[in-house]
């Protein structure tokens, strides 16, 4: 199988702008989650998504939101870009609501705001 | 809600020592505590996860120890190997209405030294 997918790998905005990240599962795979990752945080959840609906979310700013569409694949949105939002942001998709299953992580989109 | 601690942030051993690495978390009700690898430039993975119930599971030259009284848990690597090297992910899942709170620790980046 095709492991989890993630467009665009890397990513160049500037504050104020917004942007959309892409998330394909593995095939199956009904449950996305988003997470932040920076040098100085570490790996912070930001949500979830399973048969469309979020099911869980992390203490981020409404700035973040995301969706997901019928075929599982996922957005996340990022309005208002503030310097502070440069991370690598990775999915991870797993078989059903990813609580205690494994999840299987994408290569991330690496996003830089200037 | 859950609080992670995950120590030391480093850690340096030859080829052939053991690595132990230790995460506490708050939340009593946590249920599963998986361990992520991620290697320079590369996604987390999975490598061995552990369930409240169980009170150590092992993988080869992996073990982890789960102590649900003292509430922490802890990654052992046996053997070490160059490969290795990689930043380590401890995580706790601690169940909700319906959802589950996912919150990882921040990391120890392990060096083996050949």
């Known amino acids: 199988k095709a492991g989890v997918t993630q467009t665009p790998r890397y990513l160049i905005k500037t504050r104020g702008q917004q942007v959309t990240l892409s998330c394909s599962p593995i095939s199956g795979h009904r449950s996305v989650s988003w997470y932040q990752q920076t040098p100085g945080q570490g790996l912070q959840f930001l949500f979830e998504y399973f048969s469309e609906t979020q099911r869980n979310k992390g203490n981020f700013p409404g700035r973040f939101s995301g969706r997901q569409f019928s075929n599982s694949r996922s957005e996340m949105n990022v309005s208002t870009l503030e310097l502070g939002d440069s991370a690598l942001y990775l999915c991870a998709s797993s078989l059903v609501a990813s609580g205690n299953n494994e999840q299987f992580f994408g290569p991330g989109t690496r996003l830089t705001v200037l | 809600g859950e609080n992670v601690e995950q120590h030391p942030s480093t850690l340096s051993v030859q080829e052939g020592d053991s690595a132990v690495i230790k995460c506490t978390y708050s939340?009593?009700?946590?249920?599963?505590f998986p361990w992520y690898k991620q290697e320079l430039g590369k996604r987390p993975q999975l490598i061995i996860d552990i369930r409240s119930n169980v009170g150590e599971k092992k993988d080869q030259r992996i073990a982890v120890t789960l102590n649900k009284t003292a509430k922490h848990f802890s990654l052992h690597i046996t053997e070490t190997q160059p490969e290795d090297s990689a930043v380590y992910f401890c995580a706790a899942i601690s169940p909700g209405a319906g959802s589950y709170q996912l919150t990882f620790g921040k990391g120890t980046k392990l060096s083996v030294i050949p």
């Open positions: 939340d009593s009700a946590s249920n599963y």
